[in-house]
């Protein structure tokens, strides 16, 4: 059974750094494409970072602040966010699309989120 565990999320100021963590259990994770979403507030879930098969993606909103990365050895995924805005608050998300799983182009697996408070 796949599991995605987030971790990290807290409260911090604007303009301050914060990363967040994904480990992955149950599966491939080296096979698979990773993503990173967040849903704010009264607010549909939103695409924040991708890192797939093709290269790297980015949501226009956090593009030169955050930094997807990923280690396969720790089946672990993360998003290094900085300067981070009021805006930015929201429950983060992993997620991870498996080429196994009804083919590549939908994410399979979701973690439970991890809260991340930007105060000003």
């Known amino acids: 059974q796949v599991q995605l565990v987030e971790s990290g999320g807290r409260l911090v100021q604007a303009g301050e750094s914060l990363r967040l963590s994904c480990v992955a259990s149950?599966?491939?994770?080296?096979?698979?494409?990773m993503g990173w979403f967040r849903q704010a507030p009264g607010k549909e879930r939103e695409f924040v970072a991708a890192?797939?098969?093709?290269?790297?993606i980015y949501a226009n909103s956090v593009k030169g602040r955050f930094t997807m990365s990923r280690d396969n050895a720790k089946s672990t995924v993360y998003l290094q966010m900085d300067s981070l805005k009021i805006e930015d608050t929201a429950v983060y998300y992993c997620?991870?699309?498996?080429?196994?799983?009804?083919?590549?182009?939908?994410?399979?697996?979701w973690g439970q989120g991890t809260q991340v408070i930007i105060s000003s």
């Open positions: 149950g599966g491939s994770f080296s096979s698979w494409a």
């Open positions: 890192m797939r098969w093709s290269g790297d």
């Open positions: 997620a991870a699309d498996d080429p196994d799983v009804a083919g590549a182009g939908s994410y399979d697996y």
